[in-house]
């Protein structure tokens, strides 16, 4: 390797200030600290430092969706294959390679179009490249049908990044999670694309030879129309066989990516196990009332389906956009997760209630840790009153 | 029994390097210096040039802000060099050692039978008054406050950390002098406070006249601070004053005898140390003496204290002023090629991210490296875990950062010091200056309020 730090020690002056790329500072170091860890000591405060790094912190959380990215190109694949021709098996790698050649130039747009952003904000800014993007851009693609236009993933990318992220300040500064602010914003601005029964499986869009009577609906709409006999079973729901967005539908590759971020404490504990609460409250709730079917799925039965194991995983645990307090991720958390089910069972018009739910209480994020310290503040308040008394 | 108070929240970093418990007379150092940057809210007055002769207790300079309290000299001979740093702030007062061992006499006297104010003059006269320092803020005590009560840790937590129980060995008379002279200058409580994990020393179990409080649990629960954050929380407008254990021996020597002796016992410690021990010397002496032929090769950082709160020096700086340990570790000035991707066998993480959680009992050797790059805050939660005390830290740190007194006061800034933050910044994935954002607060807090 030490070819390549020559190379680079070589080009570097041209970077620096004074240099003939002095512009592209930016864009050097990123490139440079990707490599190689740099050099730079402590000079004040600890001598010492743990060896996390933000870089390690983004890595973790890809590699916590590598099954789900995974399962979901497979998916894609066979979803597609059982809509077209469910005579003839696939073999499993059949299906991942349809998947695959689907999802991958999602994944690929999605990065190169929010790095650029990235790269152009930190430039003109003068910062660091921050590394944030490294999971929203693999976070986008997840949370999107297979069949969305490739134009509308660089379109709500860059919404994203530059109206969820960039006017905030850059990454630990926004309010909103970037990758639900992208799917939103595809959710409001072209809902043709983003529900309705065609778009979750390839090909049904444009209604290539489908087999007859293959709806593509998702369990969660089949429910809302009442059709709770027509739902998946628990298994095929728990494994993930069943239409939806391309990362979303297996809440066992989801399990897998939660124990990674749980155990190397990268995703907060608090957040998850609240919302799974919350939305197992809501879900008992309703079990209680069952006044039609859609009330009656058993409450734990909610949490394998649609985005609920997804989101509670990925989405309502990112750190920047939920609450920071200890208190405040609890109350956070829970409601996510009753709104998520509340959303999801009641409101006709959104079969799926986790997206908007995670984002009303980033929205709230704020609110409740203000109130938690403000019991902070009141009680050494109280002390020094009872101390001066 | 006490009672014992249970600090949950902590971390001990497994370091290479513990002194072994063993204490060696250290090779007599040429130079001894007295540091005034290892006060805050110093203007020094030189009260000496270069080429005056002085003895031991002679004093070198003083704080034009707070002119009451001398800084003396620790050994007898003549002032060397008046070293400066940037606008010619000094930065250490040098005198070379003439081996005669001469000492200012400032009269014995039993505290105990004479009033407060001669036990302040002689402490003050002596050059043991700045050895007391104040809550909050962190600076040298004022002579004119009575604090609530004084705190002292008979234990100390941070990485490395000397063990107390075996440098007070055979002072008992000594320590109990300093406490002594201490009681006469608080109406509340002298707060003692040992750890309850092993059974601690007799010169502290037999003390008399303070109150004994038990810890347990990982650093930083021999931290003063969080102590006072447990035991009796600082309110705005109160004062509380602490004292290190070493000092308040040299407080009993001064009774005692009517010297200035700060002749006292450091421990040698880091992973660069090739044999860690502890050695008897004296306050400020240079260091080269304990290093020289006893560390390993490479570029390596010196420290005066321990790796969290303590000041770099180089292989012939001096031991500073509070510290009773000096750590050598390597530099980390490298690259490396894709580090933050490796699975990282040799990589200390609180987080379990590296792989080396599968080698619990490990001591790892750590350099300086910064390791990544200084970000915006991204992950919350993380301070808490290292946090102990009943305060929002990272609200704390957003307050200090807007400069908002009033809500810095609300979220708690009286009650911490940046020690109290050490493990904050050492843990921190955003790499933030966590300790220096806190000096920072504490310093503006201080200019707003006076």
New interface residues.
């Given amino acids: 390797?030490s070819g390549?730090?020559g190379y680079i020690d070589k080009i570097k002056p041209h970077f620096e200030k004074g240099g003939k790329f002095e512009k592209l500072q930016s864009t050097f170091e990123a490139f440079e600290?990707l490599?190689?860890?740099?050099?730079?000591?402590?000079t004040?405060?600890?001598?010492?430092?743990?060896?996390?790094?933000?870089?390690?912190?983004m890595?973790?959380v890809v590699i916590a969706l590598v099954p789900t990215i995974l399962f979901g190109m497979w998916n894609a694949g066979y979803q597609h294959h059982l809509a077209v021709n469910p005579e003839e098996p696939l073999t499993i790698l059949q299906s991942f390679w349809i998947g695959f050649k689907l999802v991958f130039p999602i994944i690929v747009v999605s990065y190169v179009t929010g790095l650029a952003i990235e790269f152009l904000f930190a430039q003109i800014r003068g910062h660091?490249v921050?590394?944030?993007f490294l999971v929203s851009g693999m976070l986008i693609p997840l949370v999107l049908p297979v069949d969305v236009p490739l134009w509308m993933v660089v379109v709500a990318t860059a919404f994203a990044v530059i109206i969820g992220k960039e006017v905030f300040?850059?990454?630990?500064?926004n309010i909103l999670n970037p990758a639900l602010t992208a799917r939103a914003f595809l959710f409001f601005a072209y809902p043709a694309y983003m529900s309705g029964n065609e778009v979750w499986i390839h090909g049904l869009m444009k209604g290539e030879g489908v087999v007859d009577g293959f709806s593509g609906a998702t369990p969660l709409a089949q429910a809302a129309e009442g059709n709770v006999e027509a739902m998946p079973s628990v298994q095929d729901a728990f494994l993930g066989f069943i239409p939806g967005s391309i990362g979303e539908t297996s809440t066992l590759a989801v399990l897998i990516g939660a124990a990674i971020l749980l155990?190397?404490?990268?995703g907060?504990w608090?957040i998850l196990f609240s919302t799974i609460a919350g939305g197992l409250v809501m879900g008992f709730i309703f079990n209680a009332f069952a006044v039609n079917e859609f009330m009656s799925i058993p409450a734990w039965q909610h949490l394998f389906l649609g985005g609920f194991a997804f989101g509670a995983v990925f989405m309502a645990t990112d750190?920047?956009s939920?609450?920071?307090?200890?208190k405040g991720?609890y109350i956070y958390g829970f409601l996510i997760g009753l709104l998520a089910i509340l959303i999801r069972v009641v409101n006709p018009a959104y079969p799926e209630g986790v997206m908007l739910a995670i984002l009303l209480m980033n929205v709230f994020a704020p609110l409740i840790?203000h109130y938690v310290?403000e019991g902070?503040?009141k009680?050494?308040?109280k002390?020094?009153k009872v101390?001066?008394a | 029994m006490s009672k014992i108070t249970k600090i949950k929240r902590g971390l001990d970093i497994p370091l290479a390097g513990k002194a072994e418990k063993v204490i060696k007379k250290a090779d007599t150092a040429q130079y001894y210096a007295v540091k005034p940057i290892d006060f805050h809210g110093m203007r020094t007055k030189l009260m000496v040039k270069v080429g005056d002769k002085v003895k031991s207790g002679t004093p070198l300079f003083y704080n034009k802000l707070q002119s009451e309290a001398q800084f003396t000299s620790p050994v007898s001979g003549e002032v060397v060099s008046v070293n400066r740093g940037e606008r010619r702030k000094i930065l250490e007062v040098v005198v070379e050692n003439d081996l005669k061992y001469e000492y200012e006499d400032f009269g014995a006297a039993d505290p105990s039978n004479i009033e407060r104010e001669h036990v302040i003059e002689k402490l003050l006269q002596s050059g043991l008054w700045p050895v007391i320092r104040q809550r909050p803020y962190s600076v040298v005590a004022n002579p004119k406050d009575i604090p609530k009560a004084i705190f002292i840790s008979a234990f100390n937590s941070a990485p490395l950390a000397p063990d107390y129980d075996l440098i007070v060995k055979g002072e008992k008379e000594n320590f109990q002098k300093g406490i002594d002279a201490l009681k006469k200058l608080t109406n509340g409580k002298i707060h003692l406070n040992l750890n309850a994990d092993y059974p601690p020393s007799e010169v502290f179990t037999k003390a008399k006249g303070v109150q004994i409080n038990y810890f347990t649990g990982p650093h930083p629960s021999g931290n003063v601070g969080v102590q006072i954050n447990k035991l009796d929380p600082i309110n705005q407008g109160e004062v509380v004053w602490y004292v290190y254990p070493q000092d308040i021996i040299a407080i009993g020597r001064l009774f005692n005898k009517g010297i200035y002796d700060v002749s006292r016992v450091v421990a040698l410690t880091g992973s660069e140390v090739k044999k860690p021990l502890y050695y008897r010397t004296i306050k400020g002496a240079s260091i080269s003496p304990l290093v020289k032929d006893n560390v390993k090769g490479g570029n390596l950082r010196y420290i005066s204290g321990d790796v969290l709160t303590g000041t770099k020096i180089n292989n012939e700086g001096y031991i500073g002023y509070f510290d009773d340990q000096i750590t050598v570790i390597p530099e980390g000035d490298y690259y490396e090629f894709l580090g933050w991707a490796m699975p990282g066998f040799n990589k200390y993480s609180v987080s379990r991210s590296f792989w080396a959680w599968l080698r619990p009992d490990k001591k790892y050797r750590i350099d300086t490296n910064l390791k990544g790059g200084e970000r915006a805050y991204v992950m919350s939660g993380e301070y808490e875990k290292v946090f102990p005390m009943d305060i929002y830290p990272v609200q704390l740190i957003k307050a200090i950062l807007i400069e908002d007194i009033e809500l810095m006061e609300k979220l708690g800034i009286y009650e911490v010091d940046e020690e109290d933050f050490a493990l904050c910044e050492f843990i921190c994935t955003s790499k933030t200056p966590v300790q220096s954002i806190v000096r920072k607060g504490l310093d503006l807090m201080r200019q707003e309020m006076s």
């Fill in positions: 390797m390549l730090r600290t490599l190689f860890v740099p050099n730079k000591v402590t004040q405060g600890t001598h010492i430092r743990d060896a996390m790094d933000m870089k390690r912190t890595i973790i660091e921050n590394e944030g300040g850059g990454t630990g500064m155990y190397t404490g990268v907060s608090r750190p920047v939920a609450a920071q307090t200890r991720k840790d310290i902070n503040i009680k050494r308040m002390r020094a101390k001066a």
